[in-house]
């Protein structure tokens, strides 16, 4: 039998936080961000819970786009990133994806390739990852529109906020600025700006279409505020045995270079979770977890395949009990503040070897 560390995903949860984001979002309407792997909690899944309300997908590469066609679902796929090969141009065309376009040796792709996508074009307001600068974008626009097919297939623009988490940055208000004095000579075309954060600034435009994409699976995407905090649902509980438990006395210390000792005698879990699952092995001393309703702490080091914790807060537990490491009762949000990172990395990075069981 398999060891029941496990990643149990709530796929309910998901269509709450998606709805959510659709009320945040007004007259936008949202397309569902499900790249790298549904932020690991299974993009077939994932694609598949929200297909009754999402008319529209987003993901960073053709291989997720391909997925979710692999599923039955032919709502429109748009690619984050654009196109990564040349042949990619045609695929696209093929499968109803629309690529966003941010250099120009995409665009020649595009002009090359014997069957035209629609498509979208990153501008740059100031993330300064990739798009067109803003000053650019007419010449390209301009060569576009005197072709008919280009003009037609031509969707809107798009663009990424830097600092959108933070809502006392004047960034994105500027951003937004540049961005709708640089779209403004092409009013019908579509516009979409809004990361997930943007979802909860207010005031903030979206356009024509949102991309919330952290905030469908319950984590934060804003600073000091958790996803319960903000409505959000958690979508994955990270749910691991007890293995083992004892009796630490006074001065004994756990784990990996002895960095916790116990200032009292202390009853002590050993846990069937660590870093070769996923779980951040900088999450120290005092990170939260939860057995049988009761929130405890860790203790220590985190391990390649185990973790201790300080059973203090729930005497009752006992080997074979399901420890929460994140999830309903503990912030996927708050156990990243203790690791030095964020909720996506943490969602992102369980690996293969827990199952993802769904209800």
């Known amino acids: 039998m398999p060891r029941s560390t496990v990643a149990r995903i709530d796929t309910d949860a998901i269509r709450h936080n998606y709805r959510l984001a659709c009320r945040r ?7 569902a961000v499900i790249k790298a792997d549904g932020y690991g909690h299974g993009i077939a899944r994932v694609a598949r819970a929200l297909a009754e309300d999402a008319p529209c997908y987003a993901v960073a590469s053709l291989e997720e786009a391909l997925a979710v066609r692999n599923e039955g679902l032919t709502q429109p796929v748009v690619l984050l990133q654009g196109t990564h090969q040349r042949d990619d141009v045609e695929v696209c065309a093929r499968e109803g994806f629309q690529p966003v376009l941010h250099s120009d040796y995409q665009l020649t792709w ?6 035209k996508p629609s498509y979208w074009l990153k501008v740059n307001t100031g993330m300064n990852r990739i798009g067109f600068a803003p000053e ?5 626009v301009d060569a576009l529109m005197a072709v008919p097919v280009f003009a037609s297939t031509l969707q809107g623009f798009m663009t990424h906020f830097a600092c959108a988490d933070d809502a006392s940055s004047p960034e994105t208000e500027e951003q937004t600025r540049r961005f709708e004095a640089a779209v403004a000579p092409w009013p019908d075309l579509q516009r979409s700006v809004g990361n997930s954060a943007a979802h909860f600034l207010p005031g903030q435009a979206l356009f024509d279409w949102s991309r919330p994409g952290i905030m469908l699976y319950g984590a ?5 505020q958790t996803g319960p905090e903000l409505g959000l649902q958690a979508a994955m509980t990270l749910e691991a045995p007890l293995i083992a438990t004892r009796w630490l006395k006074t001065g004994d210390c756990v784990g990996y270079g002895g ?3 116990a200032d009292r005698d202390t009853r002590m879990g050993i846990v069937a979770v660590g870093y070769g699952d996923g779980y951040p092995r900088h999450a120290g001393t005092d990170t939260p977890a939860a057995v049988g309703g009761k929130r405890i702490r860790l203790i220590g080091r985190v391990s390649m395949d185990m973790l201790a ?7 009752d537990a006992q080997e074979g009990d399901a420890v929460e ?7 996927v949000d708050e156990v990243a503040s203790h690791a030095g990172t964020i909720g996506y990395e943490l969602l992102t990075g369980v690996t293969a070897r827990v199952p993802r069981l769904y209800r």
């Open 25 to 31: 979002a007004g007259a936008a309407r949202a397309m």
């Open 110 to 115: 595009l002009q090359e390739a014997s069957e």
């Open 136 to 140: 650019s974008l007419a010449t390209r």
């Open 220 to 224: 934060s995407p804003v600073l000091a």
């Open 259 to 261: 960095t916790w000792v």
């Open 309 to 315: 914790v300080d059973l203090s807060a729930a005497p």
């Open 325 to 331: 490491l994140w999830g309903g009762q503990v912030s």
